[in-house]
């Protein structure tokens, strides 16, 4: 098991006061709210037996709307870059795969971003592997 070190939970324990005054923040509650709409919209398109009936727009508005891709501006441009490299349907399978599937996580998270391109750990823009 793993144990922190005391120097570690003595920095973490300096932060849970400004932590604690965040969580009391109009900020910090229009957060929480928007995290709930957002998992519960997930939870609907991407549940086991919703899952099959996920739409392009559907997947476009669920792809614009993860934090990783807040950054870019023109977020369909990254959205149809990945539609472009996979049929839907075969997106939509492996997507099923990857929150359902029987083989363990790591098998199907690996079998995922290999097969779905533009989205993951080291897709970035100009990687070859995304054209």
Same mark, same amino acid.
């Given at each position: 098991?793993?144990?922190?070190?005391?120097?570690?939970?003595?920095?973490?324990?300096?932060?849970?006061?400004?932590?604690?005054?965040?969580?009391?923040?109009?900020?910090?509650?229009?957060?929480?709210k928007e995290r709930r709409e957002r998992e519960h919209e997930?939870? $609907? *398109? +991407?549940?086991? &037996?919703?899952?099959?009936?996920?739409?392009?727009?559907? =997947?476009?508005?669920?792809?614009?709307?993860?934090?990783?891709?807040?950054?870019w501006t023109k977020k369909d441009y990254v959205v149809d870059?990945?539609?472009?490299?996979?049929?839907?349907?075969?997106?939509?399978?492996?997507?099923? $795969? *990857? +929150?359902?599937? &029987?083989?363990?996580?790591?098998?199907?998270?690996?079998? =995922?971003?290999?097969?779905?391109?533009?989205?993951?750990?080291?897709?970035?823009?100009?990687?070859?592997?995304?054209?």
């Amino acid at each position: 098991m793993f144990v922190l070190s005391d120097r570690v939970i003595a920095s973490i324990s300096n932060f849970l006061p400004g932590f604690r005054k965040y969580l009391a923040t109009d900020e910090c509650k229009e957060f929480l709210k928007e995290r709930r709409e957002r998992e519960h919209e997930f939870r $609907n *398109l +991407l549940g086991k &037996d919703t899952i099959e009936q996920l739409s392009e727009p559907d =997947f476009k508005r669920i792809i614009s709307s993860l934090w990783a891709y807040k950054i870019w501006t023109k977020k369909d441009y990254v959205v149809d870059m990945v539609l472009k490299s996979i049929d839907f349907n075969t997106l939509r399978s492996e997507l099923k $795969n *990857l +929150l359902y599937g &029987d083989i363990p996580l790591a098998k199907r998270y690996d079998r =995922f971003f290999e097969a779905v391109r533009g989205i993951g750990p080291c897709r970035r823009y100009g990687d070859p592997r995304f054209r």
